[in-house]
């Protein structure tokens, strides 16, 4: 009778030892999953094309979308940056009804977001950039980055990710121009 | 020695276990922490920003979600209707009411991965705010269902759940502050098919 009492707490014991441990497991694994994703956005985008290139996300440009959780009235295109090689300017020529534009850390996180009401007459031109960057554009802003809109990132890599709205089939063409003739590119300084 | 063993392997195997399968679950869920609900429609305000509670971070380096910023959007996602039932494909509803302010909204009907519901026809199952007609006090009535209706109409179809996705785009009630006072449309179950 000892016996079994004794094997019943050593076996309570041990079982109340794995809670505990669940826990802990808990914590470590959720606060693990980030670093260790190979199935968030950047590793999705990576597999997709390379550093500055414009790739878009939505179904429409053929294949399955590569990142998910899109809007299907809208299309979105998203290039991948690392600002420690230097500024990153994002440009997008013509006239839509909407656009908007996040930048993401290398984590997915939303770091800056705005919009065509933000921009000087509706145009995309925008120009990614760490402080440390931003200093030395200041001291002598070159006469072709007037109208851009700097965003002061204190990340390296990043994604930069472009929506835009589509109302109905007819700005379908329209839209897809927008977004194609979007580009990524390092801007030399 | 033998039961030492088995007693640290059973230690072991639900810590690793347990451990395990409840981050699995808690990001499997809906309805997470950080959640604002109005009615039936739930947001994450919060979801996707460096502020983001950890099971929001995981749940987006898991499915790759790369959110709606907050001079872009914010999105709100249905699963029930008024009577508090799980909204079914197969069934017709009536989604009525005031919108809140915004440049623009989109409404769409979403499976279970909140991608678009696929109709099998050239109609998207998405509406946006300028094609619908609006009651004399800028209200909205939209019957979704299968069955073609008078007025707005959002096309389903399938059998199975059912998820709204109502996004408002460049609107005032991302940035917090405006979403306690903020009232969103009611969504009524007209009837089913059989």
Sequence with gaps: MRNVLAALRR???????????????????LLLVPEFSERDAWSRLSMASDLYRMNRLDAEAGGAPVVKSVDPLFYASACRFDLEEGMVRIKAPGNVPFWSVSVYDRNG??????????????KLDAVVLTPAQMIDVRKDLPE????????EAPIDE???????F???DSW?????????????ELQDF | MLKNAFLMLLSLAIAIGGGGASVWYALKIQDGVGAIRIGQWTAFPDIGTPA????????????????LGRAEGLSFVAENDAAGDQLKRECSYRIEGGFPTARFWTLYAADQSLGVVETGKPRLAALQSYEVLRQADNSVIISVGHHPMPGNWLLTD???RMYFVLTFYDTPIASSTGLSDVSLPRIVKAGCDA
């Design chain 1, 109 to 122: 996180h939303n770091i800056y977001s705005f919009n065509d009401h933000t921009a000087t007459g509706g």
């Design chain 1, 158 to 164: 990043g994604i930069f990710v472009i929506r835009s």
């Design chain 1, 144 to 151: 072709d980055l007037q109208g851009a809109i700097f965003v």
């Design chain 2, 52 to 67: 983001a509670d950890p099971y929001s971070k995981a749940r987006v380096a898991r499915e790759g979600v790369l959110a």
């Design chain 2, 158 to 160: 399938g059998s199975g």
């Design chain 1, 166 to 168: 589509v109302p109905d």
């Design chain 1, 172 to 184: 379908k063409p329209i839209v897809s121009r927008f977004l194609d003739q979007s580009s990524c």
């Design chain 1, 11 to 29: 076996l309570f014991h041990a079982v109340l030892l794995g809670l505990v441990g669940a826990g802990i497991v808990h914590i470590v694994v």
